[in-house]
């Protein structure tokens, strides 16, 4: 019998590539997207004037307010970064507690959108309040609020399981990475055991010399 877990355990991913090779690419795929969000943050940090919107547009509290959440974001890109390098040297050097992190983080991230998907379901008027929150001058807004609600909502949803597909792909990935890596150990345990016990072996029995 063959588990479930070891039916959709494979070694290759996307490309041809090893699992391995497809996780290290992964993290710092993730991480050079960290990477520029968070340079994006704290130049509009440093720089409020320029990025932020003038006082007659949003009052002081809310500006306030704005760079809160700038700061969190900064903080959670940071820390994105992190579990992503964490990912990243842990497929490199085979240890796999390192992938863990960035592990749960996919599924959490799976986890948001499946809920995105449920609430378009649930509330289907919410993509039209959505489209009239955008500005005048977004492009092609006016034909995308002319179409039905029905088809509407089949366009983000088809989209939604496209990108739910892709995730839980890469989930697939990391997963497999994470499984080779500790088989990897597993292997490299049970063969030191063995090496010793072959020697301790070989030591305890005497020459046949000795023996006559």
């Given at each position: 019998m063959v588990s479930p877990w070891d039916r959709w355990y494979s070694t290759?991913?996307?490309?041809?590539?090893?699992?391995?090779?497809?996780?290290?690419?992964?993290?710092?795929?993730?991480?050079?997207?960290?990477?520029?969000?968070?340079?994006?943050?704290?130049?509009?940090?440093?720089d409020p004037e320029q990025y932020h919107l003038t006082s007659?547009?949003?009052?002081?509290?809310?500006?306030?307010?704005?760079?809160?959440?700038?700061?969190?974001?900064?903080?959670?890109?940071?820390l994105m970064i992190l579990i992503c390098g964490m990912?990243?040297?842990?497929?490199?050097?085979?240890?796999?507690?390192?992938?863990i992190p960035f592990f749960c983080y996919q599924i959490f991230d799976f986890a948001l959108n499946t809920l995105v998907a449920v609430s378009i379901v649930v509330y289907p008027n919410t993509i039209q309040d959505y489209l009239q929150q955008l500005p005048e001058n977004f492009p092609y807004?006016?034909?995308?609020?002319?179409?039905?609600?029905?088809?509407?909502?089949?366009?983000?949803?088809?989209?939604?399981?496209?990108?739910?597909?892709?995730?839980?792909?890469l989930i697939a990935c990391v997963w497999n990475c994470y499984r080779y890596v500790c088989s990897r150990g597993s292997s490299e345990i049970l063969l030191y055991v063995t090496t010793n016990d072959t020697t301790v072996s070989s030591w305890a029995?005497?020459?046949?010399?000795s023996r006559s």
């Open positions: 290759s991913c996307c490309l041809c590539c090893h699992v391995r090779t497809g996780t290290i690419i992964l993290g710092v795929w993730y991480m050079l997207i960290n990477a520029v969000v968070l340079l994006i943050l704290l130049t509009a940090l440093s007659a547009e949003l009052a002081n509290d809310l500006d306030v307010m704005d760079d809160a959440n700038m700061c969190i974001a900064s903080a959670i890109s940071l990912a990243t040297y842990g497929a490199y050097k085979l240890r796999a507690a390192w992938i807004k006016e034909e995308v609020a002319a179409l039905s609600n029905v088809c509407l909502v089949f366009i983000v949803l088809l989209f939604i399981s496209c990108i739910l597909g892709f995730k839980a792909y029995q005497p020459p046949e010399s």
